[in-house]
């Protein structure tokens, strides 16, 4: 579908302000509509949202607008019907994602792809109500950041930690058992393999950190070990044999969970 061209690239952070200006819109709506450009705005939030929006490929199940009682197509919710007759109008409809306060992802244009449908979701206040769903399919899909959607897993994680037994169960029974699916960029170090295999063999069979043995052997019968950059790649660190230490499956995850200062000081000790 033609429609307004903004000056924001495919996969571009800007702030709400940004969005405003280009496409002339409402303001701090969900469903934000442009009567100069012809054009919907829409904004799928991850950090501070109740609705359960969820990625299946390049297909958002995006929930419409209505934060509290069952959503309509109706007057009250105008924007949802505009939404759902967007394609039949010739309205363009573009795709943000919000990750963290005033940080918005361009995604680019959607269309509604299957009849949008109704399901049951919690509102603002914990109360079962009908929301309506729209299926939109990206028309480019550039896929996400993976800091983005890490984050993005971060948060819900963080989220789902506050609520209580009564609110998890609710939300879960109200969730698709089909997990959602998205595309994701991701960009790798290219580790050297030699600096790796002789940092296992370095620790002769024992953890770096706890000083236990290996959790158990390989199929070759060597001990099972994983190798652990210090200073963190992402971080600046280096790939040398003074920034990699060989440890057990626990130890390695307790690194990247905690990463305490006085067990990585250690670390850089023992090999320097």
């Given at each position: 579908?033609?429609?307004?061209?903004?000056?924001?690239?495919?996969?571009?952070?800007?702030?709400?302000?940004?969005?405003?200006?280009?496409?002339?819109?409402?303001?701090?709506?969900?469903?934000?509509?442009?009567?100069?450009?012809k054009?919907?705005?829409?904004?799928?939030?991850?950090?501070?949202?109740v609705?359960?929006?969820?990625?299946?490929?390049?297909?958002?199940?995006?929930?419409?607008?209505?934060?509290?009682?069952?959503?309509?197509?109706?007057?009250?919710?105008?924007?949802?019907?505009?939404?759902?007759?967007?394609?039949?109008?010739?309205?363009a409809?573009?795709?943000?994602?919000?990750?963290?306060?005033?940080?918005?992802?361009?995604?680019?244009?959607?269309?509604?792809?299957?009849?949008?449908?109704?399901?049951?979701?919690?509102?603002?206040?914990?109360?079962?109500?009908?929301?309506c769903?729209?299926?939109?399919?990206?028309?480019?899909?550039?896929?996400?950041?993976?800091?983005?959607?890490?984050?993005?897993?971060?948060?819900?994680?963080?989220?789902?930690?506050?609520?209580?037994?009564?609110?998890?169960?609710?939300?879960?029974?109200?969730?698709?058992?089909?997990?959602?699916?998205?595309?994701v960029?991701?960009?790798?170090?290219?580790?050297?393999?030699?600096?790796?295999?002789?940092?296992?063999r370095?620790?002769?069979?024992?953890?770096?950190?706890?000083?236990?043995?290996?959790?158990?052997?390989?199929?070759?019968?060597?001990?099972?070990?994983?190798?652990?950059?210090?200073?963190?790649l992402?971080?600046?660190g280096?790939?040398?044999l003074?920034?990699?230490?060989?440890?057990?499956?626990?130890?390695?995850?307790?690194?990247?969970?905690?990463?305490?200062?006085?067990e990585?000081?250690?670390?850089?000790?023992?090999?320097?």
């Amino acid at each position: 579908m033609a429609g307004f061209v903004p000056g924001i690239s495919l996969g571009e952070t800007v702030p709400a302000a940004r969005i405003y200006d280009e496409f002339k819109c409402q303001r701090y709506k969900g469903i934000m509509a442009s009567v100069a450009n012809k054009a919907l705005v829409v904004v799928a939030d991850r950090e501070a949202s109740v609705y359960l929006d969820r990625w299946d490929g390049d297909v958002l199940h995006y929930t419409g607008a209505g934060a509290e009682g069952d959503q309509s197509f109706e007057a009250k919710h105008m924007n949802n019907g505009k939404l759902r007759d967007s394609k039949k109008d010739g309205t363009a409809v573009y795709l943000f994602e919000k990750f963290a306060v005033n940080r918005y992802v361009y995604r680019g244009i959607v269309e509604i792809c299957q009849e949008p449908y109704m399901e049951n979701q919690l509102d603002k206040n914990g109360a079962i109500r009908k929301v309506c769903i729209f299926p939109l399919k990206l028309m480019q899909d550039v896929g996400i950041d993976e800091e983005d959607f890490l984050g993005e897993q971060a948060l819900a994680e963080k989220q789902a930690r506050r609520r209580s037994d009564e609110e998890l169960l609710a939300r879960i029974q109200k969730t698709k058992k089909i997990p959602g699916s998205r595309m994701v960029k991701r960009s790798v170090f290219q580790r050297n393999q030699d600096i790796a295999e002789y940092a296992v063999r370095r620790a002769k069979g024992t953890c770096d950190l706890c000083l236990q043995p290996a959790p158990f052997l390989r199929k070759d019968g060597n001990p099972y070990l994983e190798v652990h950059h210090i200073v963190w790649l992402s971080e600046g660190g280096e790939d040398d044999l003074a920034n990699v230490a060989a440890l057990c499956p626990n130890c390695h995850k307790r690194m990247h969970v905690l990463d305490d200062e006085d067990e990585r000081a250690a670390l850089l000790d023992k090999y320097k």
